[in-house]
Structure formats: structure tokens, C-alpha cells
């Protein structure tokens, strides 16, 4: 038990899907998991462990921004003894030729902040996801025949930027998308030799003219991430998983 969950040594899986928005693992949990049990629903940060094609899995919300999911995530590897963590989440395109509802797997990520400040490393870390998890996420994508781009996105601290030429600069640089998570979890499972990836729907684009979906639709619509997810979590039968979806 910790300040932020209330669940006790053995209530969560070793592999945790990790969306932002609880109310998106309430509904993957009562959705796609057999004998669900909630674990934790301290600050309305919904918790459910359940199986899944005869796998014990757990969902787990993170909240919004790195310094949420900077705790949950440490604490889910260092108190709960989960050794996987697949964030699942929505993302800004920052490229014409991504569109919505396309699926970004997230090789690396690029950040405005300074969560890597407190390892006093001499230079810049590159957070980066684990290559097993990446590497089945790209053969379930094209199995599926999804829509998908692997690449940089931008994990910011600011979800309304003073700085208006900013989306430019990153998109010049190739970085597929923008959200406001996956450097931290790259970078705390790194420090905790622990696994990580992050899987995005495209929720809107800043660089299209194309309608961006609704907070329903991306809680419950964004099925084609979420099913990836589960299977990796499936496939992976020697790792548990924590999932931890993000808004």
C-alpha cells in the first residue's frame, strides 16, 4: 500500500496496461478481462486486475502529465513488483502523412521537461522503449493491418504552449506526435531496469485539418491500441505486465 494505492502485494499483475484516463481502464477492464477485480480507486485512480485469455493482467489509469505517471509508475515497479509497463494513450499528430485514429508506436521520446534532472547524469538521456515489446508491437500492427507509424514523439509539459512556432520545430525534427507521458515512463523504467512502451491513437492533428475526436471516443473507441496491448501482454507468457493506459 502506498499514499496513491490501495492495493496490497499480489493484488496486481506483473504486466500493467497504463492508460491516463481511469475511466478508460474501467472500460477495458470490464470489456476485455475475465473475473475483474478493482485494487485501487484511491483519488478516483481506478485499478482492476482480471485475466485475459487465461493471463492475469492489471489496468491501471495514470493520470495526466509526466509527474502522475512518474509515481504510479515507480511505484508499481518498486512496491507491486511489476515488471512491464504499456502505456496506452492519446496523442496531437505532428505530420501530415499521420492522420486520426492512426497508431504511433513510440521507439523513443523527445521532452520539454526535466524529469531526467534528478539522475545528475553528465549529458542528455534518450528515453527509448524496450526493444522485445516494440518489436511484437510492429509484427501485431501489421497482423492486424492497422494503420501505424514507429517513431520520436514529444512527451511536453505544456498542453498550451505560449511559444506558436514550436509544433514546427519538432516536426522538423521527425517527431511523429506529441503527448505528455512517455519520457518519464521510459526514463523510470530505465533507472529501475524495468520494461516500458508506449502505444498512441492519434487523437487530433496540429498540422491537418481533420476532426479531432471526442472524450467519449477516446475512451472507448480506441480499440485497435488497446487489443495490440492485450496481446503483447498475452503473448509475453514469461513477463507480467502492469498496462498502464493514459488518458
Not at 496490497?8 to 484516463?21: F, R
Request: hydrophobic share 40%; aromatic share 10%.
Amino acid at each position: 500500500m502506498t499514499p496513491h494505492n490501495e492495493a496490497k502485494k499480489g493484488d496486481i499483475a506483473k504486466t500493467v496496461l497504463m492508460p491516463g484516463d481511469p475511466l478508460r481502464a474501467k472500460y477495458l477492464a470490464e470489456t476485455y478481462l475475465e473475473d475483474v477485480v478493482q485494487f485501487n480507486a484511491v483519488r478516483n485512480m481506478f485499478g482492476y486486475t482480471g485475466i485475459y485469455k487465461g493471463k492475469k493482467i492489471s489496468i491501471m489509469g495514470s493520470g495526466m502529465g509526466m509527474p502522475s505517471i512518474g509515481i504510479y509508475s515507480y511505484e508499481l515497479f518498486t512496491q507491486y513488483d511489476v515488471e512491464n509497463i504499456i502505456r496506452i494513450g492519446s496523442a496531437g499528430s505532428m505530420q501530415k502523412d499521420v492522420h486520426i485514429r492512426d497508431v504511433i508506436i513510440a521507439q523513443g521520446s523527445c521532452t520539454d521537461s526535466h524529469f531526467a534532472h534528478q539522475y545528475e547524469l553528465p549529458g542528455t538521456f534518450s528515453a527509448i522503449s524496450s526493444y522485445s515489446l516494440l518489436e511484437k508491437a510492429v509484427t501485431l500492427a501489421k497482423e492486424k493491418k492497422i494503420n501505424y507509424h514507429v517513431g520520436n514523439v514529444l512527451a511536453s509539459d505544456i498542453f498550451y504552449h505560449a511559444d506558436t512556432t514550436s509544433v514546427e520545430k519538432w516536426s522538423r525534427m521527425g517527431v511523429l506526435a506529441v503527448e505528455m507521458e512517455s519520457y518519464a515512463l521510459f526514463a523510470t523504467a530505465a533507472y529501475l531496469g524495468k520494461n516500458a512502451l508506449t502505444l498512441l491513437t492519434i487523437s487530433d492533428s496540429l498540422v491537418n485539418d481533420e476532426p479531432e475526436t471526442t472524450a467519449q471516443e477516446r475512451e472507448k473507441t480506441f480499440t485497435a491500441m488497446m487489443e495490440v496491448a492485450l496481446e503483447i501482454a498475452w503473448w509475453n507468457r514469461s513477463v507480467h505486465f502492469l498496462i498502464l493506459i493514459i488518458q
